[in-house]
């Protein structure tokens, strides 16, 4: 085994609940060490190329490493399946390269589920240890630091905020927004500009939105979207304090008779994966959900004969994804007036608009009681004329070719626009959603994969309904010539959280509020995993937000020596 240098703190992972740890540490004169199994891509390696999306070169490898899934088939038994589809990005700053960087804040309820709501049978739910006032700082620090693009307006639901505006004006703007803000204030709702994380801006070295369009699963080309490794590595690098040691496949925490990490042990894919071991006063890991889970598990010790975190069985437990589902409003350009149809033809501009009337459903005829409900953002896709036409080819069970598919794939594109709308709403933690090791399969390296448990609460598909419907109601306000939309079950593969909760009690959680390990005085774990819920939004803001304020913590421990 190669013996590697100590660090002051090392932080296994580089996305958004690492680098602000990184960040800060680095700035405050720390030695950092970041250990990240991919590789270091930088804004030229990005190109605006439909098939260099998740490309496989920015994932872990299927053939190397997998995750085992198992699905309930609805007759009480589960389907197994293997799976690559959790692994979010592999690349230094992770899945925040590639995300729509969609950033609205959680709201004060969803800090306190259980005392707003009441609790749902079945359901896991419990409150924050901690408040919104308490996280409100530190969404207000990644807002004027990574940069949040957007404009704050009057809603029934906005949250309580410390400063009147975003820091960066809105990106540019769609012009069938417009369209879209009359219908729904026809409709008596509350349009909202919504905020991204993305520069309008040029800042910090980073180039302004270059509108594109290839945006939500691609990289930045111009640096404009708010990834870990843009915004904060880069700058923390820059210290002289931070490395970044990439393709470092980490395998083990090692504990000693105390129970406190002393070392981790990676593989280092460059040098035919030799087992290298780094010593650290304070650990980090920050993996991604369901890796995080699987480390912990996997790191045996004394003091943790079951994985470090859980000695009360809680590591893995209460993983959630993000409930909801998807909605389409389909416009016939023939249809419309001239105007409109060059409107709708227009590319670049995002169509930044969300809607939060229902974040709280009072409707009776979905309950007797108020419930929590969740955000519709409407967005276009990126452009994916290729894998279109793929799918135009079939015609129900019939297969095209010659002029039926040349006139279908005209039509397509020349005669009618495809607006989308996302759902998002609460994924109920419960007993049937976790994370566990695989006792059977294991990866190139000889470890155990993560299998994942993936069961849902039939309370999440009532919500979601819910809002698809209202969804397509916008749709037909707005015109559309058809309108459809579908609730999903399965695990989304991204905007996965939870498996290491955060709480006061050691015997229902895995972290305490600072989201330090329990039984592990020197670890923390600072990306999704500690949510205990994800709100009804994408959660990569919170993420960013927690980590500032957990380093802030650990900045503050360092202190006091």
Not at 214 to 237: F, I, V
Not at 531 to 540: I, K
Request: net charge negative; charged share 25%; hydrophobic share 30%.
């Amino acid at each position: 085994m190669k013996q590697s240098r100590k660090f002051d703190i090392c932080i296994i992972g580089s996305g958004a609940g690492a680098g602000p740890i990184a960040y800060e540490l680095a700035k405050a004169g720390y030695k950092v060490g970041v250990l990240e199994k991919g590789r270091w891509f930088k804004e030229t390696d990005f190109f605006k190329d439909e098939q260099l999306g998740r490309h496989s070169v920015f994932r872990s490898q299927f053939k190397d490493e997998r995750h085992t899934l198992e699905e309930p088939n609805g007759d009480g038994s589960w389907s197994s399946d293997t799976t690559s589809q959790f692994w979010g990005g592999n690349i230094v700053g992770g899945a925040s390269n590639f995300m729509s960087a969609y950033f609205h804040r959680l709201k004060p309820q969803d800090f306190r589920l259980v005392s707003e709501y009441g609790n749902i049978e079945g359901a896991n739910t419990v409150d924050w240890p901690i408040s919104y006032d308490e996280l409100e700082p530190y969404y207000t620090k990644v807002e004027q630091l990574v940069g949040v693009s957007g404009k704050v307006v009057e809603h029934p639901h906005l949250e309580p905020r410390s400063s009147k505006d975003f820091p960066f004006p809105p990106t540019a703007e769609h012009p069938v927004a417009q369209r879209f803000d009359s219908a729904c204030k026809g409709l008596k709702l509350h349009p909202l500009p919504m905020a991204r994380g993305i520069l309008s801006q040029p800042f910090n070295g980073r180039l302004s939105c270059e509108y594109s369009g290839y945006c939500g699963s691609y990289g930045c080309h111009s640096g404009a979207k708010a990834s870990s490794r843009a915004a904060l590595l880069d700058t923390a690098t820059k210290t002289g304090n931070c490395e970044i040691v990439t393709q470092a496949k980490v395998y083990r925490l090692n504990t000693d008779d105390s129970g406190k990490v002393n070392s981790v042990d990676y593989f280092d894919l460059t040098d035919n994966d030799k087992s290298v071991r780094v010593t650290a006063n304070i650990f980090v890991v920050a993996c991604y959900a369901i890796e995080s889970s699987r480390l912990l598990l996997s790191s045996r010790g004394k003091k943790h004969p079951d994985g470090i975190g859980n000695n009360h069985g809680q590591v893995g437990k209460n993983l959630h994804c993000c409930a909801g589902g998807t909605g389409h409003g389909v416009f016939e350009l023939d249809k419309l007036k001239s105007f409109e149809a060059k409107q709708l033809k227009t590319r670049g501009p995002f169509f930044n608009r969300a809607l939060q009337d229902w974040y709280e459903i009072d409707d009776e005829s979905v309950s007797d009681k108020p419930i929590k409900g969740g955000t519709l953002d409407f967005v276009f896709d990126p452009p994916s004329p290729t894998s279109e036409v793929s799918s135009l080819k079939w015609q129900g069970e019939n297969l095209l070719w010659g002029t039926p598919l040349k006139q279908r794939i005209k039509s397509h594109f020349t005669q009618s626009k495809d607006f989308k709308f996302e759902v998002f709403c609460d994924w109920l933690t419960n007993d049937e959603c976790y994370v566990s090791l695989d006792p059977d399969e294991k990866d190139r390296w000889g470890q155990s994969v993560a299998k994942v448990r993936a069961g849902f609460h039939p309370h999440d598909e009532r919500v979601a309904q819910y809002l698809v419907d209202r969804g397509i109601e916008v749709m037909k306000a707005m015109g559309a010539h058809e309108a459809w939309g579908n609730v999903f079950t399965q695990p989304t593969s991204n905007l996965v959280a939870g498996g290491c909760r955060f709480g006061d009690d050691p015997t229902t959680s895995v972290l305490d509020r600072n989201c330090r390990v329990h039984d592990c005085d020197n670890l923390y774990v600072t990306d999704g995993s500690f949510m205990p819920n994800g709100g009804s939004v994408t959660p990569t803001f919170t993420i960013y937000a927690n980590a500032f304020r957990v380093a802030d913590s650990i900045v503050e421990r360092f202190a006091k020596g």
